[in-house]
């Protein structure tokens, strides 16, 4: 069984959309964003900026990494000669934020866009608040900066409007937000906004969206309202009737193993640990890393194979982590309730008919149809120890890695 | 007494031909848990485990008289099943299934409240009233009835616990899932409440996780209004923090999710958070007593 850890961990795995996608849709639903090309050579660089309106240009790493302006991964050039340069400086690089990890995310493509001059700079996000059940909106007259400092400094400055699920956004909710501003914008500013929010419900329902972000939205100094930077996930739970978005998903930043687990439909996070875990649940999973670790070892990944787990996702979990070279020993802790422990017990032995195991692996089972799992098990002729608590699991495994 | 259900409940079970839907309902069936009917549509005038199948809930209503219905639909037509159970009259809806959209959810807990329904889940394990129904898909041997109250956003690792409450012999009066998608139905807070009316709870134990703030909710309801020891434990303590959520869900939670936050603001309001899973059961025993 999932929990709410679980739509914490899939945010790592869910669809996060590129920038020049989400401009994309912009343009579709016809929120104004910069004129932009899409580079994936440095060597076409400079063609593309002949192209767009400047100077100045702005070139733009295409990762799923915050921050990456101050990685390097935003330039401002003046120059027509520099732009390749710029792109030169990311693609094919590695970008390392603080929300990337120590190994960073390599840079395929780079947005090459027109540069604008901005005269006013808000925020304007909408996602799910879990409390009220609602989508939400976010409006803040600072923009351009983290949103998080924003609602720390000047929590006044942060406004909120909730659309009804009956009635869906209305015209009145962007007034509330828009006539608290001071200066108040010139009217056609006011009604292009107005606009804007109408048109990111639209995309967040039309798309299922978890995040729409525009960071900032600005006012240019020619009085034009354009998104500049723009984020949108996709809440994972309905890729089965968002197929066409979801083939946007760019599997080139991914973890490899990550991206076989997803492809498997397996929830898995690769650490940076010693012992493998297997768990049904993300709960119990969570709970098992912390208990690795107050014995002293290091998880080496996150795997919950889910309530729906059969014979074969167990077998391909465990496949994942016995791939993971850092794996010096493998837990499996099941707690059977929809996954009944036979069909765990039949799954690890599938797993290592295919696959050679060269690591000691201890197994607890506990729940529905215990007793067959084990049997199971018992009457195999693979090694593993079998533990009967978690405390023995835990124990077992540290004296494995030790 | 036990909150919510108990030998009364005349359960219903939607997707009652399904894989897991058939597998559970001989299960609960097994529990001696009143399953009165199963809905599928176009099945209707079957018999699933013996249990007669209708093509709509109304009819499952009007036929059987069911008050408690036990979702297992596939998420595609879930949110759909959840609807037709609040509108048909069913005051409480338990939904097991996962992967339901969240868009989904945002109209079903609006439609939900406006029917004066309880919804428990999505993707939960269900509830148990040990010794007198249980409706859901825990393994069913482990519980013994007793007065403590489970409440859990987690399915397995409540097994975990629970297993551990009786083996310690602390029997549970009822154990609920909440759930733990983004949007759930019954809070903490709400069951909490409940557990405080019932005459048959003692004692509380609480299981939490990384993300939302359910939990913070939850320590300022105890500190303030709840008056029967509470043992809680929160689970992602070695979660990777920088795989963050994005911008927007971090500003409606102001920072807060993470596993040492809510210890910390749990322990601010006097409760007991347990540190080592593997010793729950005994932690349980000191807090509580043996009653």
């Known amino acids: ?402 | 007494m036990s909150i919510l259900v108990d030998e009364n409940s005349r359960v219903v079970i939607q997707g009652i031909s399904g894989r897991r839907g058939s597998f559970h309902t001989k299960q609960m069936l097994g529990y001696n848990t009143n399953i009165a009917a199963g809905v599928r549509p176009g099945k209707g005038g079957q018999r699933v485990e013996g249990v007669p199948v209708f093509n709509t809930m109304v009819e499952a209503v009007q036929e059987e008289g069911v008050n408690v219905s036990c979702i297992f639909v596939p998420p595609p037509f879930a949110a759909d099943s959840i609807m037709e159970a609040a509108s048909a009259g069913v005051k409480l809806i338990i939904c097991i299934t996962e992967g339901i959209p969240v868009l989904d959810m945002v109209n079903v807990v609006s439609f939900v409240r406006s029917r004066g329904a309880i919804l428990i889940g999505p993707n939960c394990p269900g509830i148990i009233s040990p010794g007198k129904t249980m409706v859901g898909i825990m393994p069913r041997r482990m519980h013994r009835q007793g007065d403590i109250g489970v409440i859990s956003r987690s399915g397995t690792l409540t097994y975990e616990v629970v297993y551990q409450l009786t083996e310690v012999g602390l029997g549970q009066s009822t154990c609920i899932g909440i759930g733990g998608d983004p949007i759930i139905g019954i809070s903490f807070i709400d069951v909490l409440a409940m557990f405080k009316e019932d005459n048959e709870t003692r004692g509380i134990l609480l299981i939490g996780e990384i993300g939302g703030k359910e939990e913070e909710y939850a320590a300022k309801y105890i500190k303030e209004e709840f008056n029967k020891p509470v043992l809680a434990f929160i689970a992602g303590r070695t979660a990777p923090t920088n795989k963050r959520m994005g911008h927007a869900g971090a500003i409606i939670s102001r920072g807060m999710g993470k596993a040492e936050d809510k210890i910390k603001t749990l322990q601010d309001a006097g409760i007991t958070v347990a540190q080592d899973l593997c010793s729950i059961g005994k932690k349980a025993l000191e807090v509580m007593g043996h009653g």
């Open chain 1, 1 to 402: 069984m999932s929990s709410q850890a679980l739509s914490f961990f899939r945010s790592v795995n869910k669809l996060n959309l590129h920038e020049y996608q989400a401009k994309n849709i912009f343009r579709q639903f016809g929120i104004p964003v910069p004129h932009g090309l899409l580079v994936n050579e440095p060597g076409r660089a400079f063609q593309a900026a002949r192209s767009i309106k400047g100077p100045p240009w702005v070139v733009k790493a295409q990762v799923h990494a915050g921050a990456r302006g101050k990685a390097g991964g935003v330039k401002i050039v003046n120059d027509l000669d520099v732009v390749e340069q710029a792109a030169q400086s990311m693609i094919g690089q590695r970008i390392i934020t603080n929300q990337t990890g120590p190994a960073g995310v390599m840079v395929n493509q780079v947005l090459v866009e027109e540069g604008v001059e901005i005269e006013r700079e808000f925020y304007l996000s909408m996602a799910i608040n879990r409390r009220n059940a609602r989508p939400t909106m976010i409006f803040s007259p600072v923009g351009g900066v983290e949103i998080e400092e924003v609602m720390l400094e000047y929590p006044d400055l942060i406004l909120i409007e909730r659309p009804d699920p009956v009635t869906g956004w209305m015209p009145f909710q962007a007034r509330n937000l828009l006539y608290r501003l001071d200066p108040l914008p010139s009217p056609e500013a006011i009604d292009n906004i107005t606009f804007i929010a109408a048109q990111v419900f639209e995309i967040f329902l039309r798309y299922d969206c978890s995040l729409i972000e525009i960071n900032p939205l600005v006012i240019t100094r020619e009085g034009k309202v354009i998104a500049l930077d723009v984020k949108i996930s996709i809440d994972d739970n309905a890729s089965f009737r968002q197929e066409k978005i979801f083939q946007l998903d760019d599997k080139a930043g991914k973890d490899p193993l990550e991206l076989q687990a997803e492809e498997y439909g397996i929830n898995y996070i690769h650490l940076d640990g010693n012992v493998g875990v297997l768990v049904n649940g993300a709960g119990l999973a969570m709970a098992t890393m912390d208990i690795i670790k107050q014995t002293g070892a290091r998880p080496a990944n996150f795997l919950d194979v889910g309530g729906g787990a059969n014979e074969e996702t167990i077998s391909r979990g465990f496949e994942i982590i016995l791939k993971d070279r850092h794996v010096k020993a493998i837990l499996i802790n099941i707690f059977g309730g929809i996954l009944r422990c036979d069909e765990l017990a039949k799954g690890v032995l599938a797993a290592l008919k295919r696959m050679e195991i060269h690591v000691p692996l201890v197994i607890r089972l506990q729940g529905t149809r215990v007793e067959e799992g084990r049997e199971i098990l018992k009457n195999s002729d693979l090694k593993f120890l079998v533990a009967k608590d978690l405390a023995e699991a835990a124990k077992l495994v540290a004296e494995q890695v030790s």
